[in-house]
């Protein structure tokens, strides 16, 4: 099982200033590194709504 860390924000100027740790990290199958993006869309490729927040039509929008 893999532990997920997700790079938000002061993660990912982590990931800038030591890009050899993150990818070391990334290497390494008991870790996952992910990030959700900084727009805070609801991704979709059909737009449809979720909590209130519209979606993104197509996958180019991400």
């Given at each position: 099982?893999?532990?997920g860390m997700w790079m938000l924000g002061s993660g990912a100027r982590w990931?800038?200033?030591n890009p050899s740790q993150a990818r070391d990290l990334a290497a390494n199958p008991l870790?996952?590194?992910a990030?959700?993006?900084t727009r805070h869309t609801s991704l979709?490729?059909?737009g449809k709504?979720?909590?209130g927040?519209?979606?993104t039509r197509s996958?180019?929008?991400v």
């Open positions: 099982m893999a532990i990931i800038r200033i870790f996952e590194l990030n959700h993006g979709s490729v059909t709504t979720a909590n927040i519209p979606g996958s180019a929008e």
